[in-house]
């Protein structure tokens, strides 16, 4: 259902990759809540992935750029303000370890893999801001939004040195958010996501046990990326004006969680099993 609710707004959607990408349910919420969208990723990632078909059905262009390199993530503002003048709203969906990937334990880090995960999955979080900025391309009263994870704020086994890039992300988030909001009126968040099963988080050891634990864990369930998506969409919206410098919980519930029936039992069952 369509509420309207970005009608006559303008966005990027950093991050798409394919079916399984929240950013590429975020594009189509996006589009359906009435919004015109440019997609980008990486080289790379447009040519081995789905971004071109997305951008075709969703009568979007695709701007290839790598969110690492400013020069690259200018071309994509440029291109945003040449087509519709200043945006309205941005979302960075990017994140990815080589670490993680390798199977690399927390306590045995590759560092200049280290430097990647933190550039990819958070500095260019900052980059973006700042060139976003620098050429004045989001629209007074406009709403960026990056997604990260609880394993900021907790110790989650198997997330390694993401969770030191998501806690950065989160920290940019603040503190660009402060700059922003007081010169150009614009509003940061990141939306803190349930585990969901993404071609970045299918690297994540143990990603199906965390599915299913967060489940059993969370009063409502996890959320999936379409309830990401529609979270997304009313933090771009009007609604959410005075909304800004916040890490926000979608996750049924799970972030205020100790411990619920279903995981008790669980969990005693496993330790008689061991007796």
């Known amino acids: 259902m369509s509420y309207n609710l970005l009608a006559g707004k303008k966005g990027i959607i950093f991050g798409a990759l394919n079916e399984q990408s929240i950013a590429w349910r975020v594009a189509e919420r996006a589009v359906e809540e009435g919004a015109e969208i440019i997609l980008t990723n990486t080289a790379v990632a447009v040519r081995m992935g789905q971004l071109n ?3 075709e059905k969703l009568g979007a262009k695709v701007v290839p750029a790598d969110a690492t390199k400013e020069e690259e993530l200018e071309v994509v503002f440029q291109e945003a303000i040449k087509t519709f003048g200043k945006v309205d709203f941005v979302l960075h969906s990017i994140g990815m370890s080589p670490n993680v990937r390798k199977g690399r334990s927390y306590d045995d880090l590759d560092y200049k893999m280290l430097q990647t995960t933190l550039d990819i999955s958070a500095v260019s ?37 993401m969770a030191d890039a998501k806690s950065l992300l989160e920290s940019i ?7 922003y909001g007081r010169e150009k009126g614009v509003r940061i968040n990141t939306v803190s996501q349930s585990p969901t099963v993404t071609t970045a988080g299918s690297g994540v050891k143990g ?7 967060a489940e059993d864990l969370s009063p409502l369930g996890n959320a999936d990326a379409n309830d990401c998506a529609d979270y997304c969409i009313t933090l771009f919206s009007d609604l959410t004006r005075k909304i800004t410098m916040q890490n926000l919980f979608n996750d049924g519930g799970f972030s205020s969680m100790g411990m619920s029936l279903d995981a008790i039992e669980v969990f005693s069952k496993g330790r008689d099993a061991h007796k």
Do not use: N, P, W
């Not at 939004?145 to 198997?158: D, P």
């Not at 990603?207 to 634990?213: P, V």
């Open 173 to 179: 988030a603040r503190s660009f958010g402060y700059i």
């Open 125 to 161: 979080f900052h980059k973006m801001l700042q060139v976003a900025k620098r050429l004045d391309a989001i629209a007074e009263g406009g709403s960026v939004v990056a997604l990260t994870y609880i394993a900021a704020q907790r110790t989650f086994v198997g997330y390694g040195d």
């Open 207 to 213: 990603m199906s046990d965390l599915l299913d634990f």
């Open 53 to 55: 078909e997305l951008g």
